[in-house]
Structures are given as C-alpha cells and as structure tokens.
C-alpha cells in the first residue's frame, strides 16, 4: 500500500515557477516509477512526467518539455515537480501517481495508487 499527498500548489503570474512535491508513505516507494498527471476542467487526466525508480531515466509530454522537471529523493520519499515558465494552459490539479513498475510509462492505466491533487493556477 503507498499512499501520496501532493503540496505546492497555488497561483502564479505566467512566466513563474512552482515546485510540488509528493510524499509517500510505504515501503513499495523507492522500487516503483513516479509520476505526475494533471487534469483541466473538462478535460481528461493527462500524462505530464514520468521517473524510473533510481531517478536515472525521465520522460516528458511534449507540452511541458524544457519547462518542468521530475526528480525524487528516495531517502525522503518525496518526488517532485518543478515547473518553471508556467503558461495558463498549465491550469490544472496535478496528481502524482506510484507505478506498478520499475520503469513506469505515460498511461493512466500503469499507476496503482494516487495523490488527492493538488490546484495550481496559471494568470496571464
């Protein structure tokens, strides 16, 4: 069992920075991939970073490559977001999710357990 709670969000001017972060509690933390999805109103949840389980290998949706980046800290439990040139289309709750493997991937369908989310808001 791993349980997630998101923090960091808030407001920010376009063009700002934001850091999340997702603390785990469970043992499964530090041998499954990490990652962050994020929702819009009225839209579907959608993939935005994942992380391999060592933090050796990231991979990126093409809308926030160059401007976010995932990292964890497996001795803290804690994965992270940082989001940097933030743009209104990044409007959303993020969520992190644990994978069910080593490697993790982009589909919803690969990740097992879920944060609550966390509202970050993007003004112009």
């Known amino acids: 069992q791993v349980q997630l709670v998101e923090s960091g969000g808030g407001l920010v001017q376009a063009g700002g920075s934001l850091r999340l972060s997702c603390a785990a509690s469970?043992?499964?933390?530090?041998?499954?991939?990490m990652g962050w999805f994020r929702q819009a109103p009225g839209k579907e949840r959608e993939f935005a970073a994942r992380?391999?389980?060592?933090?050796?290998?990231?991979y990126y949706a093409d809308s926030v490559k160059g401007r976010f980046m995932i990292s964890r800290d497996n001795a803290k439990n804690t994965v992270y977001l940082q989001m940097n040139n933030l743009k209104p289309e990044d409007t959303a709750v993020y969520y992190c999710?644990?994978?069910?493997?080593?490697?993790?991937?982009?589909?919803?369908?690969?990740?097992?357990?879920w944060g609550q989310g966390t509202q970050v808001t993007v003004s112009s």
């Open positions: 999710a644990a994978a069910r493997t080593t490697s993790g991937s982009r589909y919803r369908d690969d990740y097992n357990y």
């Open positions: 469970g043992r499964t933390f530090s041998s499954v991939a």
């Open positions: 992380i391999d389980w060592r933090g050796a290998s990231t």
